[in-house]
């Protein structure tokens, strides 16, 4: 802080002590509720830690399914996993949840983590889309007017560009 104040930095260390009286949910890796509790970002220096709050749960999630489910379960876990996640994105978007929420809490965000489990787990079912195919996915936000206004984009945008970044890696 006193460096900062010095150099004459006093954006950087608003940015910085922004978030001193949210430190607990840094360190426990819950900032992303923090995040969809407020509805909104808060502090620029720390709030892309709420994706790291994300993984961080999901692999505790992982660990748990992993020790209680047998290995031949996995896939069909991580099919279920797509599932919930959009299911969550439906209802929330249905429900009139704000983007950010919907972008930053865990079950909306589980496809993702799944399609790349099933491009190591499962990697002939992933195979069998064509290359082509993945990469246009990819594209789509490049093309298409690729907004959080529109529900489609906010329901499916991210399941597909989940399951195109899941091809692409397993190729």
Known sequence: GPALRLTGHTEKLAWVTAGAGAWPWYLGFVSNFRNALDQRFTNP??????SLGVEVQF???????????????WPRLAWMAAGIALL???????????WIPILVLTPGRLDCFAFGALAALTPQILARVPSGLAWSVLALPVVLPWSREYPAVEIGGYSL???????????
Do not use: K, S, T
């Open 45 to 50: 220096a720390l709030d892309v830690a709420w």
């Open 59 to 73: 692999y505790a999630l992982v660990f748990i399914v992993a020790r209680v489910a047998a290995p031949g379960r």
């Open 88 to 98: 969550f994105r439906i209802a929330a978007v249905l429900g009139g949840m704000a």
């Open 161 to 171: 560009l989940a399951i195109a970044a899941g091809v692409a890696i397993q190729r």
